[in-house]
């Protein structure tokens, strides 16, 4: 949850955005916005990968709440460290690149 939060600041002070929760796992896209949208993604950088190429674009992106109980490591959650520092290559990688 900390890093979630932390990810979530990162974002709104390099993008410029008031997001509350950039790391949700429900996206929803209108297909003429996301289709020329060009995605290199491979693990768990989506959330940010994308999310950083429509505030790049000035897409305005809504936030409505959800219920959410996030899994245990015992019931399958596989995302680490590792994605961790993934997630914040990702969000300056895009915030420069592409």
Do not use: H
């Amino acid at each position: 949850m900390v890093a979630n939060k932390m990810l979530t600041l990162m974002t709104n002070i390099l993008y410029n955005s008031i997001l509350s929760d950039m790391e949700t796992g429900y996206k929803l896209f209108r297909r003429d916005v996301i289709q020329p949208i060009p995605l290199r993604c491979r693990r768990f950088d989506f959330e940010r990968e994308v999310t950083a190429k429509l505030l790049k674009r000035r897409v305005r992106i809504y936030e409505v709440p959800i219920s959410f109980v996030p899994r245990e490591y015992s019931e399958g959650k596989k995302i680490g460290m590792k994605d961790a520092f993934a997630a914040v290559w990702t969000l300056f990688k895009y915030r420069f690149v592409d």
